[in-house]
């Protein structure tokens, strides 16, 4: 025995290892930067056959009922799987499949046919051997797919070590799956909170009867997540309570609004609803016998019928066409019975006399009701953002802690190169973990939960200690950072986090659109009342008064600009303006601008931005000096 070559084979061993580490890294970065589930998995899965080193690899995901649900392979091109699947189908997860989901362990074996469970391949399928095969199993125990491999390269078997690693892309499958679940259950969320947020204040802006109705319908129609036709109406209910009338309809053919200006109550679907305070749902006009009146378009379609009913008084319906053998889940009949809701209320209370005192008072109490409306979906929307975040934060903190403890040299010593993977891990998930912050921030500032800590802020220290935080982003591409201090005044009453949170997030923004050997400048003065009113509208003083002096802190780049069209939508949440063209796509949830408006005004400020197209912009923000301090506006500003 050679015992150099003993020596040696320890060394290969942890270059073997070492390149698997590297494999990993680079793996998870890629995974860790895509967020959408249908190229994700994709990824994940083409990721691990290479980790592996297996010609073919396929991951797959079943239903509640067992059946296939998601397939995703990899190792065919396009055309070659392609034209298996038309002629093969999907797989049935018979033969080994079947045993892989019901013994519920990872199988490896060194050839497929020799297996009791196989049952062989179709005729002109690519030829299989080695074979293993990963349970995928949720965070609650459930087998819920399976992650498998084929031919292992240059005629190997897996290993005890592919097994592992094949494990730990099934677990990263998993955690995938599920917080792409959470995130459409979010975005459900907002859209249904966005559907009602609308509808209530487009009713709330309006007088009459017919203006709600026509305008609430309307709203409905265009929300395209609903599954609705473009068709639907508004019937009210007679004072005697025997009739329906007609008060708006969208694309009703002629006919039909002649024909349905009044349906008596108890007939067809519409009268059916009004006798009831649940939805009638009818999946075809044409075979439905309750139908008694003609189905006026050319094509088949459904209906649900919503009863309108406020304060407990049924005082029409609302009809909406629905694609024929469309069943609607439970979710939506949901939702589109809290809309019924929303436009019932509106409708009672319209005022259809003539007495203006009257319509003064209903009036007011539908905008009081509209208010509540839109306030409650609001601190709904940002409670739930907020539980959500606080979900997402788990995982995110584990890659960060795990990534600081190798970077840290706890878990042995590492190579440069995998200093610099392992760095952009723990990058990447402190980016993320700031942008849920962000949620959470805003979320707490909506829901009236923010306090600020005021405290004696020294200004020279505030500035230095901001431009820390981009100094690298900007000495990167060559960008001058100046900073202006004022020379008058040394200390200013507020929150020192909060304010460095706004200015940060200012330079920040200037650096990604400020070009190379570029110039950001943050500067800050002391301003009177009056010559804050030169800058922006601001109430006037009443006279004898001078008002307070304000800190005025300005971050000026002369980067791209910004167009007229995307000024009016900088401060508002999720909204991004474009994309930088100096350093490529802009990062971030458009939450951080719409986050420093809240702080600035929680401090009695204001925050604005002037900017020309192509020559730079000026964001600026002023606030008093004294927290305590009383003018015209503050209340408005908070």
Not at 208 to 237: H, M
Not at 301 to 308: N, S
Request: include cysteine.
């Amino acid at each position: 025995m050679d015992p150099l070559k003993n020596r040696e084979e320890p060394v290969i061993d942890k270059i073997v290892m070492l390149q698997k580490f590297e494999g990993l890294c680079r793996s998870s970065r890629m995974i860790l930067g895509e967020l959408d589930l249908e190229k994700l998995l994709p990824l994940i899965v083409d990721e691990a056959r290479t980790f592996l080193g297996s010609e073919y690899a396929a991951l797959e995901i079943i239903d509640s009922t067992g059946a296939l649900q998601t397939f995703v392979p990899s190792g065919f091109d396009s055309g070659e799987y392609e034209a298996m699947r038309a002629r093969f189908g999907l797989p049935q997860g018979k033969g080994i499949l079947m045993h892989l989901m019901q013994d519920a362990k990872p199988l490896r074996l060194k050839n497929i046919a020799d297996h009791p469970a196989a049952v062989g391949l179709p005729p002109g399928h690519p030829s299989m051997t080695s074979f293993l095969g990963i349970p995928v199993v949720n965070s609650h125990g459930q087998v819920i797919g399976r992650l498998y491999f084929t031919n292992k390269g240059q005629g190997r078997e897996f290993t005890d070590l592919d097994q592992h690693w094949a494990s730990v892309f099934a677990e990263i499958a998993v955690m995938a799956i599920e917080n792409g679940h959470l995130l459409q259950k979010v975005v459900d969320r907002n859209n249904e909170l966005d559907i009602l947020y609308k509808v209530s204040s487009v009713v709330s802006r309006l007088r009459t009867g017919k203006e709600i109705a026509e305008a609430a319908l309307q709203a409905v129609l265009e929300f395209d997540s609903l599954r609705l036709l473009k068709t639907g109406g508004i019937f009210v209910s007679s004072k005697d309570r025997q009739t329906l009338e007609l008060l708006a309809s969208e694309n009703f053919p002629a006919i039909q609004l002649e024909t349905c200006q009044k349906v008596t109550s108890g007939t067809c679907l519409c009268g059916l609803a009004m006798t009831g305070t649940v939805p009638v749902t009818s999946q075809s006009c044409q075979s439905d016998p309750r139908h008694l009146r003609q189905c006026f378009t050319p094509t088949d379609h459904g209906h649900i019928i919503l009863p309108l009913v406020a304060h407990g008084d049924n005082i029409g319906v609302l009809c909406l066409y629905l694609p024929a053998n469309t069943p609607l889940t439970a979710p939506e009949i949901t939702l589109l019975e809290s809309v019924a809701g929303v436009i019932a209320v509106a409708l009672q209370n319209a005022d259809y006399t003539t007495k203006l005192e009257e319509q003064v008072a209903l009036r007011t109490v539908e905008l009081r009701l509209a208010k509540n409306a839109a306030e409650s979906a609001n601190r709904a929307k940002s409670s739930f953002l907020a539980n959500m975040s606080h979900e997402l934060r788990t995982p995110l903190n584990s890659i960060i802690g795990f990534s600081e403890i190798i970077l840290s040299g706890m878990a042995g010593e590492i190579s440069e190169d995998l200093q610099e993977y392992l760095g952009d891990i723990n990058q990447s998930g402190a980016h993320l973990l700031e942008l849920i912050n962000e949620i959470l921030d805003l979320s707490k500032i909506e829901a009236g939960k923010m306090d600020l800590e005021f405290s004696e802020v020294i200004i020279q220290e505030l500035l230095e200690g901001c431009t820390m935080f981009v100094r690298e982003k900007t000495m990167k591409h060559g960008i001058r950072l100046d900073i202006k201090a004022p020379k008058d005044v040394e200390v200013i009453n507020g929150d020192d986090r909060r304010l460095k949170q706004v200015i940060v997030n200012l330079l920040s923004n200037a650096a990604k659109f400020t070009p190379d050997q570029g110039l950001i400048t943050l500067s800050a003065r002391q301003i009177s009342t009056e010559d804050l009113r030169e800058l922006i509208e601001w109430p006037p003083l009443s006279e004898g008064d001078t008002g307070p002096d304000f800190l005025l802190v300005s971050v000026e780049d002369n980067g791209r600009g910004i167009s007229d069209d995307d000024v009016g939508r900088l401060f508002q949440p999720f909204q991004q303006v474009g994309s930088s063209v100096y350093q490529g796509k802009v990062e971030g949830t458009g939450l951080g601008l719409a986050l420093s408006r809240k702080i600035v005004e929680l401090h009695g400020g204001r925050i604005w931005v002037e900017s020309e197209f192509e020559k730079g912009s000026i964001f600026s923000f002023v606030i008093p000096f004294s927290p305590d301090a009383d003018f015209p506006g503050r209340d408005g500003v908070r």
